[in-house]
């Protein structure tokens, strides 16, 4: 039986220097989005980095001591949110 091979597709474009130019600026802001994005914690990430369980996060949240952003249904937190969290509870 011959080896898979992982096709591959070619596209020769001819583009204007403008075209070329809006393609590298909205890949730029695509790039700058996805690293703001890492720079947020997930529930999961967040109880991990504060020692706790995912349930205290929530809890957490209820009660108003913590402020998360919102991805649509899912909870994001900075790890600077976090740490003042955990400065004002520990004096």
Do not use: W
């Not at 706790?52 to 937190?77: E, K, M, N």
């Amino acid at each position: 039986m011959p080896a898979a091979t992982t096709p591959t597709l070619k596209i020769n474009l001819d583009l204007t220097e403008e075209v070329t130019t809006l393609i590298r600026s909205e890949i730029a802001v695509a790039f700058a989005r996805y690293e703001r994005l890492k720079q947020y914690l997930g529930t999961k990430e967040a109880a991990e980095y504060l020692s706790c369980p995912v349930s205290r996060i929530y809890d957490l949240v209820a009660l108003g001591h913590l402020q998360p952003f919102r991805d649509g249904s899912r909870l994001r937190f900075t790890r600077e949110d976090l740490d003042t969290y955990m400065h004002r509870v520990v004096r």
